[in-house]
């Protein structure tokens, strides 16, 4: 069982389910099913610029991309913990369960504790940048 459940796979697989999410939230959700005006609309109707969801947008499509890869994965999770506290708040009248009406949130909230464990295991083995490190080293 260690050498299929390991903190190497555990760090893959956590990295890699952030990274699905935040892909989905920005690039289907954000881009394709809201867009972006419909979701710039949605900001500035709860209080927020208009102008931060186009940023908050690139933020989580690029770090999603970048945790899949993983590329700068301490960086990344970093970027993306104010967002997903933002998001935290901007359901927090919603209610505790993200099947209510307008998303409750528990699901942004455990998001944010993803990023933050993100940000202590790091790229882990199985990340480009794990890769990339191991052939410029055997080039030296």
Excluded: C
Aim: proline share 3%.
């Amino acid at each position: 069982m260690n050498r299929i459940l390991n903190p190497d796979i555990s760090t893959f697989i956590s990295r890699s389910a952030l990274g699905i999410v935040l892909v989905a939230h920005s690039l289907y959700l954000k881009l394709i099913v809201f867009t972006l005006a419909g979701t710039a609309q949605f900001f500035g109707s709860i209080g927020l610029p208009e102008t931060l969801a186009y940023i908050v947008f690139s933020v989580e499509a690029v770090a999603g991309v970048a945790l899949l890869l993983g590329f700068k994965t301490r960086l990344f999770s970093a970027l993306v913990i104010p967002i997903l506290l933002g998001a935290t708040w901007a359901h927090s009248a919603n209610g505790w369960l993200f099947t209510n009406a307008g998303g409750g949130w528990e699901y942004p909230l455990l998001l944010t504790i993803m990023a933050v464990a993100q940000l202590g295991m790091g790229d882990g083995k199985y990340a480009i940048s794990t890769y990339v490190s191991s052939k410029q080293s055997r080039l030296s």
